[in-house]
Each structure stands twice: as C-alpha cells, then as structure tokens.
C-alpha cells in the first residue's frame, strides 16, 4: 500500500488522542490477550477496549474492529495487534494498535471524511478536531 504524506502526522495526532486508552489497555495481561485472540473471542476483545474507552470518550466512538493478531515464539516478546476504529461524528478512522513489551504504535489503515475538503492539511486538523471532541471532559465541581 502507498502511504500518503500526511499520514504519519495523522497517525500522531491519534496516538496521541488514545494514550489514555492505551495506558487502561496495558493493565491486562498479555496473556489474556494471546487467548482471546486464538479463541476467538472477539467480544471478549470488544469489552476490554469498550471498558478502556468508555472512561476517556464518548460512547461507541472507539471500538474493536474486525479483531486482532497474536504474535508469540518462543524466541521474542509478543506483539498485540488490534483492530480498531474511531469514530467521532464526521470522520472514521481505521487503524491498527500495535502493543509491544515496551512500546505501543499505531498504523493508519484509512479515514473516511463524511466532508472531506481538497486540502489534506485542512483535513488533518479536521481529525484533530473530531478527536478533541469526542473526548469525555470531566467538570469541577462548584460550590
């Protein structure tokens, strides 16, 4: 696949966006992971990063897509890779979360703009925007 040249800052700004999620996501066990994979169990999946998710934005605007991969040897670390989507209003982002022993990482696969404009750096901030927006903002108490 071409890479576009706006693609790496925009894979940064969703990092960016998801490292609170991505800090809940590390809490469970990479064994867990590995099983739910090989199992199967998608749903299982599903939850965890609906769980992780629910606390940082809107509801349904970040999901599991069409599931993951396991990647284990007897000689290496693993490396998770899921498939998610982001969804804020305007805009869908499909993208894969890679997890490693040390890192995480994230690779655009595509972005669906409900109204794309001609400029890509225009769309780029649009993201930006959409992001920021379907975030969950807690609000001091007054009084």
């Known amino acids: 696949m071409n890479r ?17 999620v991505v800090a809940e996501l590390r809490m469970v066990d990479v064994a867990d992971y590995i099983a739910f994979i ?10 965890l990063v609906e769980s992780a998710a629910e606390l940082y934005f809107m509801p ?5 897509g069409h599931g993951g991969e396991a990647h ?22 499909y993208f894969q979360l890679i997890l490693t022993e040390h890192n995480a990482s994230v ?13 890509p750096d225009h769309n780029t901030e649009l993201l930006r925007q959409k992001l920021e927006g379907a975030r969950i ?7």
């Open 4 to 20: 576009q040249p706006h693609a790496s800052s925009r894979e940064i700004i969703l990092a960016r966006a998801i490292e609170p």
């Open 38 to 47: 090989r199992l199967e169990h998608f749903a299982c999946l599903s939850d």
């Open 60 to 64: 349904g605007t970040l999901r599991l």
């Open 72 to 93: 284990v040897d007897w000689g290496g670390n693993p490396r998770i890779v899921l498939d998610l989507e982001f969804r804020p209003p305007g805009v869908t982002v």
């Open 107 to 119: 690779v655009l696969n595509y972005i669906s703009f409900g109204e794309p404009h001609d400029d």
């Open 137 to 143: 903002r807690k609000r001091e108490a007054i009084g």
